[in-house]
């Protein structure tokens, strides 16, 4: 019984983080965030940048607002335009490594 749930929440936490991806590629993140001409940071590079709110349970909320008003970068329409559940769900990948 341990293992079937161990199993299952592997999966879960797998199906998270693929969902997350899906979030970023929905919403255009990855046309700057990848392996582009921009000059947005990659997705490791703020992943290690925001590991370090991993244990602050509302961390992902603040920060998904704070990219939304355009107060972590200057104003990007992108970011504007996701709406505040997207904005905490990607900062919450992000926190939790960006995999």
Same mark, same amino acid.
């Given at each position: !019984?341990?293992? *079937?749930f161990i199993l299952i929440t592997l999966l879960?936490?797998?199906? =998270?983080?693929?969902?997350?991806?899906?979030?970023? =590629?929905?919403?255009?993140?990855?046309?700057? $965030?990848?392996?582009? &001409?921009?000059?947005?940071?990659? @997705?490791? &590079?703020?992943?290690?940048?925001? %590991?370090?709110?991993? #244990?602050?349970? #509302? %961390?992902a909320r603040l920060q998904g607002e704070k990219?939304?008003?355009? +107060?972590?970068?200057? +104003? *990007?329409?992108? $970011?504007?335009?996701?709406?505040?559940?997207?904005?905490? &769900?990607? !900062?919450? @990948? *992000? *926190? #939790?490594?960006? $995999?």
């Amino acid at each position: !019984m341990k293992k *079937i749930f161990i199993l299952i929440t592997l999966l879960l936490l797998t199906s =998270v983080s693929y969902a997350n991806r899906q979030l970023a =590629v929905r919403n255009g993140c990855m046309g700057c $965030h990848a392996d582009t &001409e921009y000059d947005a940071p990659p @997705w490791p &590079e703020l992943a290690a940048k925001y %590991a370090k709110f991993k #244990d602050q349970p #509302d %961390a992902a909320r603040l920060q998904g607002e704070k990219l939304r008003k355009g +107060k972590l970068f200057t +104003k *990007i329409k992108a $970011h504007q335009k996701l709406t505040p559940t997207n904005a905490t &769900e990607l !900062m919450q @990948w *992000i *926190i #939790d490594g960006a $995999h």
